[in-house]
């Protein structure tokens, strides 16, 4: 991939989500409570979220059951309404291709529009906590820029590269009601929900009606 060039007041702007990465999730998670997993079918994956507009302790609680969740799930990435919850928030805790771990909450989250050279397509396996045991092929940009707020309201902008990028823009996806799957042709689609019909999640999902 490419190198993307930033001056200094553009490099300003980005959030840094890897200094503490590791004991800002565990302080979450050590607060948290993990719920289980919504999957495809359910009703509240499949419609746009609500926009979050009270920053209170309310939200707060939210963010930390949702890294329980995604822990308990062992999964890098995890969009409020996969535990049920229509509200624009998603959490991450997300190594990049170097190995460098990333972890944070974007509140509202907006992906930014790439320049055309800087879409990069990389077309890794993709898989997700909603379509348990299930994967498939999908070509998404390798870099990824995501504007939203933190969980006191405050304006922020991450960015990622490879994995990093791919779980961006995979839980924005998921609050604006769209699974991976939903990206799949209808045979790679199929595939993959022949997969999740045929496997068990190793943790526990929300039974649709």
Known sequence: MAQHEHDETAESRFIDDTTGARDRVEAHRARGTARPITVVGNPVLHHECQDVTSFDDGLAKLVDDMFSSMEAAEGVGLAANQIGVDAKVFVYDCPDDDGVRHSGVVVNPVLEDLAPDQRVLDDSNEGCLSVPTAYASLARPDYAVVRGQDAEGNAIVVRGSGYFARCLQHETDHLYGYLY????????????????????????????A
Do not use: C, H
């Not at 799949?184 to 068990?200: C, H, I, P, V, Y």
């Open 181 to 208: 799957i939903d990206r799949l042709s209808k045979r790679d689609r199929k595939d993959a929900l022949r997969q999740m019909e045929e496997g068990t999640p190793k943790y526990e999902t929300v039974p649709n």
